[in-house]
Nanobody, 126 residues
Framework: QVPLVESGGGWAQAGDSLRLSCAPS????????MGWFRQAPGKEREFVSV????????YFSDSVKGRFTISRDNAKNIVYLQMNSLKPEDTAVYFC???????????????????WGQGTQVTVSS
């Protein structure tokens, strides 16, 4: 059983918005730091954003800063990635991940995360 399930991916045109959701398929992750990563064809998986367990701190990669926001609803055990002003270079499979704890630059490293989803495809056309 995959511990995390992403949804909300799909097709978009440049400038459009999409909202991704991540929910646990079993155990709750309300006390985990939650991150989003993405992997474009032929490229390595890269960090996109992270939010701490309480939702009080979040960080973004330079490539999405100012366009993407991250939020969480611990009562519903859902983490969201709101993606605005989408660009063709945002095309990738987006993965949700949970870390028991990460601090600073650790959160940018996929090896800091304990649980992963299977990913959801986002395709942005120009």
């Amino acid at each position: 059983q995959v511990p995390l399930v992403e949804s909300g991916g799909g097709w978009a045109q440049a400038g459009d918005s999409l909202r991704l959701s991540c929910a646990p398929s079993g155990r709750p992750f309300d006390n985990y730091d939650m991150g989003w990563f993405r992997q474009a064809p032929g490229k390595e998986r890269e960090f996109v954003s992270v939010i701490n367990w309480s939702g009080t701190r979040s960080y973004f990669s330079d490539s999405v800063k100012g366009r993407f926001t991250i939020s969480r609803d611990n009562a519903k055990n859902i983490v969201y990635l709101q993606m605005n002003s989408l660009k063709p270079e945002d095309t990738a499979v987006y993965f949700c991940a949970a870390a028991k704890t990460c601090a600073g630059y650790e959160c940018y490293d996929e090896n800091s995360y304990d649980y992963w989803g299977q990913g959801t495809q986002v395709t942005v056309s120009s």
